[in-house]
């Protein structure tokens, strides 16, 4: 049955949760870019008098490490005005007040009406005018606010960000939850003056507080933009509305005492606002006011008190700012308000909140200061959690510390996850994130562990996937600098590239050198953190690569690291690090650079260290399933499509499967068809696993031979441990037929049955949602190697690798069914590849009529000597051969590697009797011959529909004969033609 109802697309999954800095990016949407300044020659002239005017506002962004000054286009008539709106684009108009001053009021309805809402500010230049403009308030329809030019081009910046502030108010708080700053005041005079103090302040601040631990200059933008809003209010009901709206984001309130209500100055205006404000939430207030009396007002209300004509205003109202709304440092006090102790930085406050007293955390308990200095801080996912946290939900203040500081732990996680983050011994074991051990690149392997790390973390795959753990195996990646140094440091270049060296000297030459000190520091708290076995795989900077895969030319180590000596798991991990950068310049790696025409020098290695999947067997240990899965199929059948995709599975350890040997295939979008008769699935099935054997803790890493802790056991082992009970069942002889029971005798069928038909958890379910996400983030097929095992009851399917296969060109149109019979070399319709290939004039043949199953090792080598003359002579050539090319199972095949075929620009597998044939399974092989775009053909014995012209083949001439195999030249190129729609493929020689 077809899984149905997964319809997944990944723009409507990916990035539903969003952490600080994705909120920080949406943040002040509008920003003003262009501003247009109206002003007649004489007042432009007051403005700009020293020529220099321009160049301190842009002087004042820098200062205040705002990265994008505005640009501005001043003109002197009203006429010039309308043309520039017209033609360009603005975002703000600034008009100054002149001798005639009807003309900025009847300018600005003209602009509105080219533009309706664009924000227009007037900048009048005298407290007369201000006077003319306060009775004419009503003709200032289009006028949004007056300020006065006091000289000081602050007065500017303040108008742009008041304006921005206005603009994104609304969507920042709804977004962010970031602070408002609300400022009464009806005198233009006062907060012309007060509004450049503020941002100047704010700015100044969130810049000092940015600088504690803001890393990149991009998050420093992006976190800038989570200041407080400043809104300013001129009378009681715009202020009491704006209120009402923000109440839950007010920082703090400073108000005038006397101003506007109900369309008169009211003397105690500012007392009533305090009092309304005071009845919703509980904030910091500064009431300011040019008459002293009002003190004793403040006094009373509680709220702090600012004369304006005081020589301190700036300094005041920084320090009130510091002192009561977050800014400053963060003040533990008793019940009493004495300061018992100050915390300068996220981190410090976290540390001396362990420690303080029970008395000050339920004194802070009843209040929002620490949510508000959070905020200010700009860690706004972290205040939001602790804004609903109160005394009053505690026992004690010592539970009302643990729910803070699990706050505190849960948010850093959260700003970690799916991220690359810095070396710390604590992050080690968590598979939220991947742990940097050393700098520079992380390889192919290695960026494509981060990218799965990251989208399955923005991705929320349990709603989408119910019923199993999707995750990343805790993972940590050695950079490719440490590589650099290891080589340079040791001088080890001199030796490897001046003059071939015999491999095992080579790896006895790697293990004699020292990494550096760092890194064996950081793999040393290493080992003392991780007690799991260990899987340390290559990661080149080629490998995975689209075009050059470099895949399966390097060394996988894995390590019991049980060993009861800390010090001897430490230098079997170093060693196995070491060797895995020896793997660069093994036999096989230089062959395969010397294949695609790379330079070895080219390469730099970086090194996963990633804990193994599986459970414990008494002395082994293995996962219940591995295997690996793509995204296209080269071989559907029946109701299949090629987009389907495909995966192989089986027990135990992973190897099993990229190496060909029998493994179980299966559609993951139609777990339940089955790809094969019963007597084949028989025939067929996995009769051994690979298990890492973990007696062997004191074997040393070995590049020669790495895999000399790994045992392969017959499948009665895995049986007998209890690990098939998910996935085997019996064949019952007599009824001819599969049953779940082991009490019947009988061959085991390892086919997953419990798992992929009878649904015992989603694992094809959770394939075919992976292999559809990864295809279209990456925008190729894809190949993924996973692993899965029970967990607490749970199932937690682990994605070990992901890596991209060729893109196939479908377009192009192939003639398959217009070729004589006669010249038909070959012709199949299990064809793998997509295109034309006409230049190839050589054909290697492996005799089945002289094949011996039991010689398939020494045909391998044969062929490898082959391929070595072709590849001196840089010529290309057709492969043909009985059984399964590149198998890990020397009796179902030739087991070449791919270094010995490498010149193979095509590759025919002949089925014969007792061979029948079913696509090879090597995961390694095959993404070398899909990425590399060779042709691939299975002729199956006896099938009508394929078919290999072996008379045509005796009457071509035999240029070189081996003991098992043939050397054919062809008078003229070959005519190679694959269809990828069809899946037909035909080879021709005329």
Same mark, same amino acid.
Do not use: W
């Given at each position: 049955m077809a899984i149905s109802g997964l319809k997944y697309t990944l723009r409507d999954n990916y990035m539903r949760r969003k952490n600080d800095r994705d909120i920080f990016q949406e943040l002040m949407a509008f920003k003003v870019r262009e501003i247009l300044l109206v002003a007649n020659p004489y007042d432009a002239y007051t403005i700009t008098a020293d020529g220099q005017f321009f160049d301190r506002i842009v002087g004042e962004y820098l200062q205040l490490n705002l990265y994008t000054a505005p640009r501005i286009t001043s003109v002197s008539t009203a006429d010039e005005a309308l043309q520039f709106m017209e033609r360009g684009s603005y975002d703000m108009v600034i008009l100054m007040a002149g001798l005639d001053k009807q003309a900025p009021l009847y300018l600005a309805e003209r602009i509105n009406a080219l533009n309706a809402g664009i924000p227009i500010l007037m900048l009048v230049n005298n407290n007369s005018d201000l006077k003319y403009f306060k009775m004419v308030g009503g003709q200032c329809a289009f006028i949004d606010r007056v300020f006065v030019w006091n000289g000081d081009s602050k007065v500017f910046l303040a108008m742009i960000k008041y304006t921005e502030d206005r603009k994104n108010v609304e969507a920042d708080t709804a977004i962010g939850d970031v602070r408002i700053i609300l400022l009464v005041e009806d005198s233009?005079?006062?907060?012309? *003056?007060? !509004?450049? !103090?503020?941002?100047? #302040?704010?700015? *100044?601040q969130t810049q000092a507080i940015i600088e504690e631990h803001t890393v990149d200059e991009l998050h420093k933008i992006l976190k800038m933009r989570a200041r407080p809003k400043i809104l300013l209010c001129t009378s009681y009901e715009e202020a009491r509305a704006t209120v009402d709206r923000f109440t839950n984001n007010l920082l703090c309130v400073i108000t005038d005492v006397s101003f506007e209500k109900d369309g008169k100055s009211t003397p105690d205006a500012g007392i009533q606002l305090v009092e309304y404000i005071r009845s919703k939430i509980s904030i910091p207030m500064l009431m300011q006011s040019s008459n002293a009396a009002n003190q004793a007002k403040a006094d009373k209300l509680g709220t702090d008190f600012l004369h304006k004509t005081s020589d301190n205003l700036a300094h005041n109202i920084q320090e009130f700012l510091m002192s009561r709304c977050g800014f400053g440092d963060f003040l533990f006090k008793t019940a009493a308000g004495h300061i018992i102790d100050r915390a300068r930085t996220i981190s410090e406050f976290e540390d001396k909140l362990r420690l303080v007293s029970e008395e000050s955390l339920q004194y802070h308990g009843g209040r929002q200061g620490i949510s508000t200095w959070l905020m200010a801080r700009g860690e706004i996912s972290l205040a939001q959690m602790l804004r609903p946290v109160s005394i009053e939900d505690f026992k004690t203040g010592q539970h009302l510390r643990e729910a803070i500081l699990e706050r505190f732990e849960y948010a850093r996680l959260e700003r970690l996850k799916g991220r690359v983050v810095q070396f710390d011994p604590k992050h080690l074991d968590s598979n939220r994130f991947i742990v940097r051990l050393g700098n520079g690149s992380l390889g192919g392997k290695?960026?494509? !562990?981060?990218? &799965? @790390? %990251?989208? &399955?973390?923005?991705?929320?795959?349990? =709603?989408?996937?119910? +019923?199993?753990?999707?995750?990343?195996?805790? #993972?940590?990646?050695? +950079?490719?600098?440490?590589?650099? &140094?290891?080589?340079? =440091?040791? *001088? !080890?270049?001199? *030796?490897?590239?001046?003059?071939?060296?015999? /491999?095992?000297?080579?790896?006895?030459? /790697?293990?004699? %050198?020292?990494?550096?000190?760092?890194?064996?520091? =950081?793999? /040393?708290?290493?080992?003392? =953190?991780?007690?799991?076995?260990?899987? &340390?795989? @290559? @990661? +080149?900077?080629?490998?995975? @690569?689209?075009?050059?895969?470099f895949s399966g030319v390097y060394t996988t180590f894995v390590l019991p690291n049980n060993h009861p000596d800390i010090g001897e798991r430490f230098r079997q991990l170093t060693r196995a690090v070491k060797m895995v950068y020896a793997s660069v310049f093994s036999p096989d790696a230089r062959n395969y650079f010397n294949a695609v025409n790379y330079k070895i020098e080219e390469e730099k290695m970086a090194v996963i260290i990633q804990a193994l999947v599986g459970k414990n067997y008494g002395d082994y240990f293995f996962p219940s399933v591995s295997g690996v899965a793509q995204s296209y199929n080269f071989y559907p059948f029946a109701y299949m499509e090629p987009e389907d995709g495909f995966s192989v599975a089986a027990v135990g350890l992973g190897m099993y499967v990229v190496g060909g040997e029998k493994s179980y295939r299966f559609c993951p979008r139609y777990p339940h068809l089955e790809l094969q008769a019963l007597p084949d699935q028989v025939k067929d099935t996995q009769t051994a696993f690979y298990a890492l054997n973990l007696k062997k803790n004191n074997w040393l890493p070995d590049a020669t031979m790495p895999d000399d802790n790994i045992d392969k056991l017959y499948l009665k082992t895995a049986e007998t441990l209890g690990a098939l009970t998910n996935a085997a069942q019996v064949y019952d002889g007599a009824n001819d037929r599969l049953v779940n029971s082991f009490d019947v005798r009988g061959p085991r069928v390892v086919n997953f049955a419990n798992i992929l038909k009878y649904d015992a958890w989603p694992m094809a379910e959770t394939i075919s949602l992976l292999l559809d996400m990864f295809s279209e983030a990456m925008g190729v097929p894809v190949e993924i190697e996973y692993a899965a095992e029970y967990s607490n009851g749970v199932p937690a399917f682990n994605i070990l690798q992901i890596k991209p296969l060729i893109r196939s060109d479908f377009n192009i149109v192939v003639n398959v069914d217009q070729m004589a019979d006669e010249y038909t070399l070959m012709y199949a319709e299990k064809g793998m590849g997509n295109g034309i290939i006409n230049d190839i004039r050589y054909l290697v043949y492996v005799d089945t009529n002289a094949f011996d199953k039991t010689l398939t090792t020494d045909i391998a080598r044969e062929i490898g000597e082959i391929n070595q003359w072709f590849d001196t002579q840089q010529l290309e050539y057709i492969l043909v051969g009985p059984g399964r090319w590149g198998t890990r199972d020397k009796f179902t095949g030739i087991p070449v590697q791919w270094s010995q075929i490498s010149r193979a620009r095509v590759i025919i597998e002949l089925g014969l009797e007792e061979f029948p044939l079913e696509a090879s399974l090597g995961s390694h092989f095959f993404h070398n011959v899909t990425s590399m775009n060779v042709g691939y053909f299975s002729i199956t014995h006896k099938d009508p529909r394929n078919r290999f012209n072996q008379k045509l083949l005796d009457s071509l001439e035999i240029v070189k004969q081996f003991r098992y195999a043939r050397v054919y030249a062809f008078d003229t190129p070959a005519r190679i033609e694959m269809d990828g729609k069809r899946r037909k493929a035909i080879i021709a020689l005329k």
């Open positions: 233009v005079r006062y907060y012309t *003056r007060y !509004l450049p !103090l503020l941002y100047a #302040t704010v700015m *100044r290695g960026r494509g !562990l981060a990218f &799965i @790390s %990251h989208l &399955i973390e923005n991705i929320e795959l349990t =709603k989408l996937i119910k +019923g199993v753990n999707i995750l990343l195996p805790p #993972t940590a990646i050695i +950079g490719v600098e440490e590589f650099g &140094i290891f080589m340079d =440091k040791n *001088r !080890l270049y001199e *030796r490897v590239l001046a003059e071939p060296v015999p /491999f095992g000297e080579l790896c006895d030459l /790697f293990a004699e %050198h020292e990494l550096s000190a760092g890194l064996r520091d =950081k793999l /040393f708290h290493y080992v003392q =953190k991780i007690t799991v076995p260990l899987a &340390i795989r @290559s @990661s +080149g900077l080629f490998e995975d @690569s689209l075009h050059q895969p």
